[in-house]
């Protein structure tokens, strides 16, 4: 139930909405707990490719909890109370030119305080902030973060999640270890659909708490040695040397001359900071992701 609680920033007095501790509920069917492993599994087989990993687990989180729209979000900088610079890593379910608005959106709460951007533009950030604080992650429906008066009355929802086409939806929030940040799962309905429930609630909690230990561990990011950054014709060449062809065969099979395959390998080494391929090979073997800033 929705309670509320008054909070000061400077000389301003604000209400901000807030709720009875947030706790996961029952009732998961085996079939829903084999789904997630699956996901997690097929994620992890896409270790190397953030973009590829992250996406695919958005559109099987969407798939799982019947959403439409997926978001990953991350913020690296972070403060107490406060926002630091957000940046969206993923998304999947919306066009192009919509996609291309999901940034500088969520931009607008950079630097800001969360009962500043609870006030006028995200309704409920008061209350995911301080279940973090009070048990280190938080995973909600919107009806549990904000009610329905100051949700659809804010600005984030009237200038982008309304033209969006995305009305509910669940949010799962955890802090990952490599590198340090704070990274957030969204799930959305359209305008219409029934809301998200405590299944929706639960089955996302579950995913995020398998996925979140794993990412900079097992999944690599944008900060590690990764295919992130390659070209297409890197990335060909990468996936037959990784396939145990030679370098005569791999450009065969990409219709080009073995010099111009050789200078792409020497490419592939310097981007991944290896010498030769069988060290190459081995880190692909040993599927541990390598900070950029450490390696050598």
């Given at each position: ?18 709720v ?10 085996g079939?829903d707990v084999?789904?997630?492993?699956r996901l ?5 087989d896409?270790?190397?490719?953030p ?9 099987g989180a969407?798939r799982l909890?019947?959403?439409h729209?997926g978001?990953?979000?991350a ?11 957000v940046s ?16 500088p959106?969520?931009s607008?709460?950079d630097?800001r ?5 609870a006030?006028d ?18 995973t ?5 973060v904000a009610?329905?008066?100051a949700?659809?009355?804010a600005r984030?929802y009237?200038?982008f999640?309304?033209?969006?086409d995305c ?10 270890d490599?590198?340090?940040r ?6 959305d ?17 579950l995913l995020h708490?398998?996925v979140a ?6 999944l690599a990011?944008e900060?590690?040695l ?5 070209s297409?014709r ?38 991944f ?9 081995a880190?692909f073997?040993?599927r541990?992701?390598?900070p950029?800033?450490?390696a050598?």
């Amino acid at each position: 139930m929705n309670t509320r609680h008054s909070a000061k920033q400077g000389d301003r007095q604000t209400t901000v909405a807030t709720v009875a501790p947030i706790e996961p509920a029952a009732g998961l069917s085996g079939d829903d707990v084999s789904a997630v492993i699956r996901l997690v599994l097929e994620t992890c087989d896409r270790w190397d490719d953030p973009l590829a990993w992250r996406e695919h687990l958005l559109h099987g989180a969407c798939r799982l909890l019947g959403g439409h729209v997926g978001t990953m979000l991350a913020d690296p900088g972070g403060r107490k109370e406060a926002f630091g610079r957000v940046s969206v890593v993923s998304v999947v379910g919306l066009p192009p030119p919509l996609r291309e608005r999901v940034q500088p959106a969520v931009s607008k709460l950079d630097q800001r305080s969360y009962v500043d951007a609870a006030e006028d533009f995200l309704p409920g950030m008061c209350n995911l902030y301080g279940e973090i604080v009070r048990q280190g992650w938080v995973t909600a429906s919107r009806s549990q973060v904000a009610d329905d008066d100051a949700y659809y009355a804010a600005r984030y929802y009237r200038d982008f999640r309304r033209p969006a086409d995305c009305d509910d939806y669940v949010v799962s929030i955890r802090l990952v270890d490599v590198p340090l940040r704070a990274e957030a799962i969204t799930v959305d309905r359209p305008p219409g659909a029934p809301r998200f429930g405590p299944r929706e609630v639960t089955l996302l909690k579950l995913l995020h708490d398998e996925v979140a230990p794993l990412i900079g561990v097992r999944l690599a990011t944008e900060s590690h040695l990764c295919r992130d950054g390659l070209s297409k014709r890197l990335n060909e060449t990468l996936s037959l040397l990784l396939d145990g062809r030679s370098e005569k065969e791999a450009a065969r099979s990409l219709r080009i001359s073995t010099r111009t395959l050789h200078d792409y390998v020497t490419m592939l080494y310097r981007h991944f900071r290896v010498s030769s391929r069988a060290e190459l090979l081995a880190y692909f073997v040993r599927r541990t992701p390598e900070p950029r800033h450490t390696a050598m």
